[in-house]
C-alpha cells in the first residue's frame, strides 16, 4: 500500500511538477505527514521520491532532514546519495530530532553508523565520511544537553562576597 502511494506520487510529479507538489506538502498536513513518513521508511520508491521533491519552506526542509535521517539507517546507500548535492549532509545525520532521550541518542548514533559504514563499494565514501563526523558531532552535542552533570557543571557560580573587615 506505501509503495504503491509513493509511484502514484511519483506520476503526480511527473503530471504537476516537482514544486507543486512540494507547494501541497506545506499547504496539507496530512498529506506532507503522510509523504514524510514514507521517506522515514526507507522504502526505494519513497526516496525516490525525496530525489524528486525540492522542500518549498524552512519547516518541509527540517521535516525532510527529520525523515531522511530516519531512513538512513535502513537505506544508507540511497540516503548517502541524495546528501551534498541535494540535501546537506550536516543536516541529515546531524540528528535533527526533535526529542531524544539519551539511550534514543546512543541507539541512533550507532545504528546509523553501522549504515553508513555498511558500504562496501565505498561509492560514497566521502559523504560517509562527512556523515560519520556529523553523526559523532551530533552525539556529542546531545548527551551533553541531556546529561544533568553538565548542567551542574555549566552553572554559573555565585558571585563571592568578601567580607569588610
Known amino acids: 500500500m506505501q509503495r504503491s502511494r509513493a509511484e502514484l506520487l511519483l506520476s503526480e510529479i511527473k503530471l504537476r511538477g516537482a ?3 512540494s507547494r501541497r506538502i506545506d ?3 496530512d498529506f506532507g505527514r503522510t ?3 514514507g521517506i522515514a521508511s526507507g522504502d ?4 525516490d521520491v525525496a530525489a524528486a ?4 519552506s524552512a519547516a518541509a526542509e527540517a521535516s525532510m532532514a527529520i525523515a531522511l535521517a530516519s531512513a538512513l539507517p535502513h537505506a544508507p546507500n540511497r540516503v548517502l546519495g541524495l546528501l551534498g548535492t541535494k540535501y546537506p549532509t550536516e543536516e541529515v545525520c546531524g540528528m535533527p530530532f526533535l526529542k531524544a532521550d539519551s539511550a534514543q541518542v546512543i541507539s541512533y548514533h550507532d545504528q546509523a553508523v553501522r549504515a553508513v559504514e555498511s558500504d562496501t563499494t565505498r561509492k560514497f565514501a566521502s559523504v560517509a ?3 560519520r563526523t556529523a553523526l559523532d558531532s551530533a552525539q556529542s552535542r546531545r548527551l551533553e544537553r541531556i546529561n544533568p552533570a553538565y548542567v551542574i557543571k555549566n552553572k554559573p557560580r555565585p558571585v563571592s562576597r568578601r567580607s569588610k573587615r
Do not use: I
Request: aromatic share 4%; proline share 5%; with cysteine.
Open 35 to 37: 509523504v514524510m513518513d
Open 44 to 47: 526505494t520508491a519513497w526516496l
Open 19 to 21: 514544486s507543486a507538489v
Open 129 to 131: 565520511s562527512a556523515c
Open 27 to 29: 499547504s496539507d498536513e
Open 53 to 56: 521533491l525540492q522542500p518549498a
